[in-house]
């Protein structure tokens, strides 16, 4: 069986549909799926009008002349007309619930415009629970087609040699945007004397607001905006700072987290949508909106002692099991094989 998978947002930045779509094929291919990644590397998949060519004229056209049995839609959306069975993963509902700042059009095309779309689709892969509970409670469709698959992280991440220095380096990886939520961080931060927090990933006008408020609050000196960095710079990152904090007040994965567990490194995450289920207890729950309670868990997670090779060997093998590319892709294999046979 041959699959053709859009892998257009692997091409430059690739925040974490990209990291999921690389990872995927990889592990594909270890377990002797016949993959074809289709992309073009000229064209921006970061601009709406580049990323509509590209999904609804481009992708199928690709598709069609690769003489594959199968379309897997990895990043979300899917065409319009396509001459192949699509399996769709959908990452979450984000542009549905909580993505109101974002302009109109962009909101129609990912939110009303791809679920609908999704009722054509022969099967449906979802990276949580949540986002399975999420999903069908929008769309009327039969939820036997509706499969969970976690995502897997790279090993890469597993490896990670971590520093035992008391630096106060406060994590935070991730697109920088409204629903990321590291306002709640900075209004946090005053009261964690001697904390900084360091920002890993792309910049859209909400970087703005949080440059504004922690200048507002004189603690602009320790928050750092690194921008989106390399993989080893990241993997830097995981070793070197003390904890991780994942505030988001949605995710239908967060590879931050999962990224977090799999270095070994203390994490705080917040208490919403799938970030406890994924975390399953290796992580502290923090109230989303409450600065006071963030302050108060990051104070204590940074005056901890450190934990001891083995509970951290322990924590790496809980969190390599769950987030396991191989066991992944043997999951989305069985979805492929469903989905031709339909």
């Known amino acids: 069986m041959k699959v053709a998978i859009d892998a257009q947002l692997a091409v430059g930045t690739a925040t974490g549909i990209g990291e999921y779509v690389r990872g995927l094929s990889f592990a594909l291919r270890r377990i002797g799926v016949d993959i074809e990644e289709l992309q073009e590397p000229r064209i921006d998949p970061w601009r709406f009008d580049r990323r509509v060519l590209w999904d609804q004229f481009l992708l199928p056209l690709r598709a069609r002349t690769s003489h594959a049995a199968l379309l897997h839609c990895a990043s979300g959306t899917m065409p319009l007309m396509c001459s192949l069975p699509i399996v769709v993963t959908v990452h979450d509902v984000a542009w549905l619930k909580v993505q109101a700042h974002a302009p109109a059009h962009s909101r129609w095309y990912f939110g009303k415009f791809s679920l609908r779309r999704y009722r054509h ?12 509970s999420e999903l069908l409670g929008l769309l009327d469709v039969d939820a036997h087609k509706v499969s969970v698959v976690y995502p897997g992280v790279s090993a890469d991440f597993l490896h990670t040699v971590r520093s035992s220095t008391a630096n106060g380096t406060i994590l935070v990886v991730g697109t920088v945007e ?4 590291l306002a709640v961080l900075i209004r946090a931060l005053p009261y964690v004397p001697g904390a900084r927090i360091v920002s890993v990933g792309p910049s859209t006008p909400y970087q703005s607001e949080c440059e504004e408020l922690a200048l507002r609050l004189g603690v602009r000196d320790r928050v750092v905006f690194r921008g989106y960095v390399s993989r080893d710079e990241l993997l830097h990152c995981y070793a070197t700072c003390q904890i991780a904090a994942v505030p988001s007040r949605y995710e239908g994965f967060g590879y931050a987290a999962a990224q977090a567990l799999c270095a070994g490194v203390p994490l ?3 208490n919403t949508s799938s970030l406890p289920e994924i975390t399953r207890g290796d992580a502290t729950i923090v109230a989303s909106q409450s600065a006071d309670d963030w302050a108060l868990a990051l104070s204590r997670a940074l005056k901890a002692e450190t934990k001891d090779a083995e509970s951290e060997r322990a924590l790496r093998q809980r969190a390599a099991a769950r987030f396991s590319w191989t066991a992944s892709a043997r999951a989305m294999r069985d979805v492929f094989l469903r989905s031709v046979e339909a």
């Open 121 to 132: 689709a022969q099967n449906i892969v979802v990276d949580s629970q949540f986002s399975r």
């Open 178 to 181: 409204s629903r990321k939520n």
């Open 268 to 270: 705080l995450v917040a």
